[in-house]
């Protein structure tokens, strides 16, 4: 459809400057062609400034054409944030023509209007680049074959870049490692559980516990979402990071996509320290962490996601946090806390063929941090309870009967225990 769009463009187009103008915001500012050869609409739901921007040419300037313009533009505006769950929507029209005399007409709140009729206007123009800084250094004088030629490869480009996003081919390098070292992990920790006490081999190989956390193994809070003790809880963790880390990393990358896992992983052992009196282990947290980048994902590409945000991930997350509010004892909350890390982590990184927004990358790292650091000092300042400390004594103990001073000793530091 858009390669069609583009095809009509160039048939009835004949401003070197106006399509000029649709190279620069399709390439530059990532905007999609959404209008005919009549009306030139484009459309960029991410975009900071301007959502819409609609391209006014060939028509002399009259009061009723305007009005007609802002009457299109609010029923675009109205459909848009129904369906794409957007509270607000900035439409930017650009005069092409005679400069437009706006003390004539009444202009809504979210409509920006530039006059501007050639290339070098454009650079003269302080308003326009409040909206598109890099605008000034844009060549738009090129020819009408150039440009034409451009947009065209610039849609295909966009056209394949959804197509594979939507299909989420990707190889999953990323996720299919970190499946496989859940499956090594977890054949290893049942063998070792046919000599050890279960819970006793989760513990010595890198379970989240609170008071060994606490005590200075902070790798834990890494190492626990690489463990599983029962196979029902891996193959259902299996099946929630294939579903979801395939679009995860065809959208954002391997690197992103391990880092995104990682601090998934951490920001759910971090609200089980703080909130829940056993260890925590499992890649649940980082399947939820999963989910988490694709509601950052469904806002950044509301188009493509957000129908599967609106009919599948909400209404998983809201069960979730439903569970959790009825029955803390579930871990519910450890989940929301992988959601939360997964979209900050997500958020923090952005997309792989997005242009970086740093400040939202530093934001978003500093709440990470603030978020952390406050957990981290709640669980520090809890009590340890009963259970925890006949634990604590049940473990050191059974290291002594079986002969491994040196562990028993060890943890008999960690927990502070005195020799009786």
């Given at each position: 459809m858009?390669q069609?769009?583009?095809?009509?463009i160039?048939?009835?187009?004949?401003?070197?400057?106006?399509?000029?103008?649709?190279?620069?915001l399709?390439?530059?500012?990532?905007?999609?062609?959404?209008?005919?050869?009549?009306?030139?609409?484009l459309?960029?739901?991410?975009?900071?400034?301007?959502?819409?921007?609609?391209?006014?040419h060939?028509?002399?300037f009259t009061?009723?054409?305007?009005?007609?313009?802002?009457?299109?533009?609010?029923?675009?505006t109205?459909?848009?944030?129904?369906?794409?769950?957007?509270?607000?929507?900035h439409?930017?029209?650009?005069?092409v023509?005679?400069?437009?005399?706006?003390?004539?007409?009444?202009?809504?709140?979210d409509?920006?209007?530039?006059?501007?009729q050639?290339?070098e206007?454009?650079?003269?123009?302080?308003?326009?680049?409040?909206?598109?800084?890099?605008?000034?250094?844009?060549?738009l004088t090129?020819?009408?074959?150039?440009?034409?030629?451009?947009?065209?490869?610039?849609?295909?480009?966009?056209?394949?870049?959804?197509?594979k996003?939507?299909?989420?081919?990707?190889k999953?390098?990323?996720?299919?490692t970190?499946?496989?070292?859940?499956?090594?992990?977890?054949?290893?920790?049942l063998?070792?559980?046919?000599?050890e006490?279960?819970?006793?081999v989760?513990?010595?190989y890198?379970?989240?516990?609170?008071?060994?956390?606490?005590?200075?193994q902070?790798?834990?809070?890494?190492?626990?979402?690489?463990?599983?003790?029962?196979?029902?809880?891996l193959?259902?963790?299996?099946?929630?990071?294939?579903?979801?880390?395939?679009?995860v990393?065809?959208?954002?990358?391997?690197?992103r996509?391990?880092?995104i896992?990682?601090?998934?992983?951490l920001m759910?052992?971090?609200?089980g320290?703080?909130?829940?009196?056993?260890?925590?282990?499992?890649a649940?947290?980082?399947?939820?962490?999963?989910?988490?980048?694709?509601?950052?994902?469904?806002?950044?590409?509301?188009?493509?996601?957000?129908?599967m945000?609106?009919?599948?991930?909400?209404?998983?997350?809201?069960?979730?946090?439903l569970?959790?509010?009825l029955?803390?004892?579930?871990?519910?909350?450890?989940?929301?806390?992988?959601?939360?890390?997964?979209?900050?982590?997500?958020?923090?990184?952005?997309?792989?063929?997005?242009?970086?927004?740093?400040?939202?990358?530093l934001?978003?790292?500093?709440?990470?941090?603030?978020?952390?650091?406050?957990?981290?000092?709640?669980?520090?300042?809890?009590p340890m309870?009963?259970?925890?400390?006949?634990?604590?004594?049940?473990?050191?103990?059974?290291?002594e009967?079986?002969?491994?001073?040196?562990?028993?000793?060890?943890l008999?530091?960690?927990?502070?225990?005195?020799?009786?």
């Amino acid at each position: 459809m858009e390669q069609n769009s583009i095809r009509e463009i160039k048939l009835h187009l004949e401003s070197e400057f106006v399509l000029n103008l649709i190279s620069f915001l399709s390439q530059e500012e990532d905007y999609s062609f959404v209008g005919n050869e009549t009306e030139l609409w484009l459309e960029n739901l991410s975009h900071p400034k301007a959502q819409l921007v609609y391209i006014h040419h060939q028509k002399e300037f009259t009061v009723a054409h305007a009005n007609y313009i802002f009457e299109k533009a609010k029923v675009i505006t109205n459909r848009i944030k129904r369906t794409y769950l957007m509270p607000h929507l900035h439409v930017l029209i650009l005069n092409v023509e005679k400069p437009w005399d706006i003390t004539e007409i009444n202009v809504e709140k979210d409509i920006g209007i530039v006059n501007v009729q050639d290339a070098e206007s454009v650079k003269h123009s302080l308003h326009l680049e409040k909206y598109f800084p890099t605008i000034k250094e844009a060549d738009l004088t090129m020819s009408l074959t150039d440009v034409a030629t451009s947009v065209q490869y610039q849609t295909l480009e966009k056209t394949i870049r959804k197509a594979k996003l939507v299909s989420a081919n990707g190889k999953m390098i990323v996720v299919k490692t970190y499946l496989l070292f859940l499956v090594v992990t977890f054949i290893y920790l049942l063998a070792r559980s046919t000599l050890e006490t279960t819970a006793f081999v989760a513990i010595r190989y890198g379970v989240a516990y609170p008071p060994l956390v606490l005590a200075g193994q902070y790798w834990r809070l890494f190492t626990s979402s690489f463990l599983h003790l029962e196979m029902l809880h891996l193959l259902l963790n299996a099946v929630f990071i294939f579903r979801f880390g395939s679009y995860v990393e065809t959208a954002f990358g391997k690197l992103r996509t391990a880092f995104i896992i990682l601090m998934s992983g951490l920001m759910s052992s971090l609200v089980g320290l703080a909130f829940s009196h056993h260890f925590t282990i499992g890649a649940t947290g980082v399947a939820y962490g999963l989910l988490g980048a694709m509601v950052f994902l469904g806002f950044e590409e509301r188009k493509t996601f957000m129908p599967m945000l609106r009919k599948l991930i909400f209404p998983i997350l809201l069960v979730t946090l439903l569970m959790g509010m009825l029955s803390p004892q579930m871990g519910a909350f450890t989940h929301i806390g992988g959601t939360i890390g997964g979209f900050l982590a997500a958020a923090m990184v952005g997309l792989a063929q997005f242009k970086p927004f740093y400040l939202r990358s530093l934001l978003t790292a500093v709440t990470f941090i603030i978020l952390a650091s406050g957990l981290m000092m709640r669980g520090s300042g809890r009590p340890m309870t009963v259970d925890m400390e006949r634990f604590n004594n049940d473990l050191v103990q059974y290291y002594e009967e079986r002969g491994d001073l040196d562990r028993a000793n060890e943890l008999r530091r960690l927990f502070e225990i005195e020799v009786e």
